[in-house]
């Protein structure tokens, strides 16, 4: 992007974009699913990091200089925080959701960039373009797609499911409502921005068979250990859902828990 001495932001998105792509030979990729920035050379100096894991941040990760973590989180708990695995190595966590400055924004992303670039692109930078304030911010929906209107509507049966199992309960993983048997997870749900999934172990056995149906996916992460994906984001057969949750809570659960199922299990509730 060519340096401007004033940029119009549209939404944070491109807000996010606009401050970090003027830099000279600024570029984006997408790494574990957030958009990343770096210079030539590949050194990265910022992410964008919204709802990561659950923390309900929309967020700029910085590669600052030494010192800077430990000075901008005391002096400024609401704007600043120690991002994860970054954060040991001096990163700085930056909530854009919390009123700051986007002049100020501005400014440490090209310090971020000013430290890992080479001099001769430092030397290229000029002035720190003028940016407003995004126009909209986001939705809580947007922030946390497990949020929307669809999913709490999906959630509530599913839960009622799970939660009829022996000694099932709900509990929370990298962000993502799950249900466990003991400490054994047997089911989840997830959003990835385009597709409402819910998961369930099968085998690896099963798995083929069942990505005949486009439905079906085998996800990431899991996916070898026999985990399938279903996209419930048109629709949902809750007899099929409620079969697909059994045979997985039956793969983890202990013998004293299978033995309290009840026989036949109740039929699941249309939403």
């Known amino acids: 992007m060519a340096r401007a001495e004033s940029i119009l932001a549209r939404d944070i998105h491109q807000a ?9 030979e600024a570029e984006e990729f997408l790494s574990h699913g957030s958009p990343n920035f770096r210079v030539r050379g590949g050194k990265t100096f910022a992410t964008y990091a919204v709802n990561h894991h659950g923390d309900g941040r929309v967020a700029l990760w910085l590669n600052v200089m030494p010192g800077a973590q430990e000075h901008y989180v005391d ?17 700085l966590g930056v909530r854009l959701d919390q009123g700051i400055a986007w002049k100020q924004v501005a ?3 090209r310090e971020a960039y000013e ?33 929307s209107p ?14 009829a199992l022996p000694e ?24 990835d921005g385009k597709r409402l999934t819910l998961n369930f172990w099968v085998g690896v056995d099963k798995q083929g068979l ?13 996916g070898h250990n026999g985990w399938i994906s279903l996209d419930v ?39």
């Not at 949902?236 to 299990?265: G, I, K, N």
């Open 16 to 24: 996010v974009r606009e401050v970090c792509l003027w830099l000279p």
């Open 75 to 91: 002096a400024q708990p609401r704007h600043f925080f120690v991002p994860p695995y970054v954060g040991p190595r001096g990163w």
């Open 107 to 109: 400014q440490q992303v």
């Open 115 to 147: 430290k890992v670039a080479p001099a001769a692109l430092r030397s290229r930078i000029g002035n720190t373009p003028r940016l407003k304030a995004p126009d909209k911010i986001l939705s809580a929906s947007e922030i946390d797609p497990m949020q």
């Open 150 to 163: 669809r999913a709490l509507a999906l959630l509530e049966p599913f839960r009622k499911i799970c939660l």
């Open 168 to 191: 099932a309960h709900e509990t929370s993983q990298f962000g993502h409502p799950v249900w466990q048997a003991g400490k054994k997870t047997f089911a989840l749900a997830r959003h």
């Open 210 to 222: 069942l990505t005949m149906d486009a439905r079906y996916t085998v996800p990431p992460y899991m």
């Open 233 to 271: 984001s048109a629709g949902c057969d809750w007899a099929e859902v409620q079969a697909l949750t059994l045979q997985s809570y039956r793969h983890f659960a202990l013998q004293r828990m299978l033995l309290l199922l009840p026989r036949p299990l109740p039929a699941p509730r249309r939403p």
